[in-house]
């Protein structure tokens, strides 16, 4: 075994499947070192730029220097100062003086370790929704697509996973379309609402700069305007402690675990559908289902989406604890935590979408299978049809009620307790009692006719509400998805 270090082979190191086996590369980057230490540096010189136009005595030079410089990262020298310094905010403050010896003397000038790492942290929760948006666009276009092919397709309904009134195949789906829109709407919510955390100083009071300024307040607020504009912000939070308030986190994960609960529940319906041979998720030429059984044909992307879903929806409680826990101005047991929570719940949501889209792409429907269960449960569903009809024939509603409960039980025996299939119209066909609407028995049996307004919900729904909402997105729509490992 090589000693601790030795080893350079990167299958020797933990590495988190979120990144390594599944995340998109746009998703891993923006939660990369390279773009939060790049992000650092790009503050440190809009802070030295906007000090510099408000007539603090910085040069031309020094902002040329810094703007050479920004991605010029030695990452090497950057640890070994925060292995020396244990802060990892004036490591790189001296990384960045190293490359920059002329503008070392005012980089970071007045600044909180807090400026570049909630500021940061900020920017990067907005480009994470915006990775996000489209992606989730995409899914809901796609089930659109989907919900309108089979929008008349009837399918038995189910409601306690028992046999219910029929529904069809597109309204179905809808119902999942309209979870995601909620969560659509609320993830554009969430972006929208992210302010920036601006330029407050050690505890928010803007003390450092007012001093700067030489008590110039309106030097000191437009400091903070441009800053805030710089980093592509059109507003900041007016209060801040050390830190923005940590139930900012809070907002974020609870609409990404939203969306974990909306995919959870899609998927889990797949499943069920997958097991009752309705409808299946694609299944490649050369996928396995089974080591031990060839012939099975898994759900594994579903599962693989519930799976992960579970994941997301718990790390909500880690921001809502962290923000329960600050104290007064803030306390620096938040910092380890969101290094974890936040970016996982980005790398995870980005996955499950991925792959829903996928399986969205690619639904198989097996309309022979849902006929056949439509035609096991249907007679039951048609008896109140039957008993209609019987009445407007001359018949008496009560004596009708006796014949049919007694058919069906009978048929239900069959079915129960012989494994037989449901025969009760064959019952109702051979019994003279029911010899005035024999004729009709098609017509009432027809599975169209107990869809009520579903096909006309799918249309309107679609076309009012679905189709609406993603109109900001179509530039984006195109291309499959591949899915990952």
């Known amino acids: 075994m090589a000693a601790p270090g030795e080893e350079q082979d990167v299958m020797a190191r933990y590495r988190s499947p979120l990144v390594s086996r599944y995340a998109s590369a746009e998703m891993a980057y923006n939660f990369s070192e390279r773009k939060k230490f ?7 010189l809009y802070l030295a730029q906007a000090e510099k136009s408000l007539g603090l005595s910085i040069t031309d030079e020094q902002i040329r220097e810094m703007e050479a410089n920004l991605d010029n990262i030695d990452f090497k020298m950057a640890a070994e100062e925060e292995k020396k310094l244990r802060h990892d905010v004036m490591a790189h403050v001296h990384t960045f003086a190293h490359c920059c010896p002329k503008a ?20 990067v929760l907005r480009d994470g929704f915006n990775l996000l948006l489209p992606k989730l666009a995409r899914v809901i276009s796609r089930l659109a697509d989907f919900a309108e092919k089979y929008a008349d397709m009837p399918a038995l309904g189910f409601t306690h996973y028992q046999p219910a009134q029929l529904t ?5 789906c ?8 909620m969560d659509l709407q609320n993830l554009e919510r969430a972006r929208d609402d992210l302010r920036f955390r601006g330029v407050k100083g050690t505890t928010g009071t803007q003390a450092s700069f007012l001093q700067l300024f030489e008590g110039d307040h309106s030097k000191v607020e437009e400091l903070d305007r441009l ?29 990404l675990a939203s969306l974990g609960a909306s995919i959870h529940k899609i998927c889990t319906d797949i499943r069920l559908l997958a097991n009752l041979k309705e409808i299946e998720e694609p299944f490649e030429k050369d996928q396995i289902g089974s080591s031990a059984m060839p012939y099975k044909r898994n759900p594994m992307r579903s599962e693989r989406c519930c799976s992960l879903a579970r994941h997301l929806m718990t790390l909500v409680m880690d921001p809502l604890q962290t923000a329960a826990v600050q104290w007064f ?13 936040l970016a996982e719940a980005f790398l995870t949501a980005d996955i499950i979408l991925s792959t829903l889209q996928n399986v969205s792409e690619g639904l198989v429907v097996y309309p022979k299978v849902i006929e056949r269960r439509i035609r096991q449960e249907l007679p039951f569903m048609a ?3 039957i008993i209609m009809a019987m009445v407007k024939a001359g018949g008496n509603r009560q004596d009708c009620h006796e014949k049919i409960r007694v058919l069906s039980q009978q048929a239900a025996a069959v079915v129960k307790q012989e494994g037989g299939d449901n025969d009760f119209i064959a019952r109702v066909r051979a019994d003279p009692y029911f010899s005035p609407i024999h004729k009709q028995l098609e017509s009432l049996l027809d599975p169209s006719s107990f869809t009520g307004r579903a096909p006309q919900q799918v249309v309107k729904f679609l076309k009012e509400e679905v189709r609406p909402a993603l109109i900001p997105y179509q530039s984006k729509m195109g291309g499959k998805v591949e899915l990952a490992l």
């Open 38 to 44: 790049g992000t650092w540096r790009r503050l440190w």
């Open 104 to 123: 070392a003397a005012i980089i970071h000038l007045g600044a909180t370790s807090c400026y570049v790492g909630d500021n940061t942290d900020l920017i």
């Open 168 to 172: 069809t195949v597109g309204k179905r």
């Open 383 to 385: 008896t109140e049809n």
């Open 329 to 341: 101005e803030r306390t620096l047991d938040d910092s380890a935590n969101r290094r974890v929570c």
């Open 174 to 181: 809808c119902l999942w379309i309209q979870d995601l829109c």
């Open 227 to 255: 800053v805030t504009e710089k980093a592509g912000f059109k507003r900041a939070y007016m209060v801040t402690g050390q830190t923005y308030s940590r139930k900012v986190d809070i907002g974020v994960l609870a609409v």
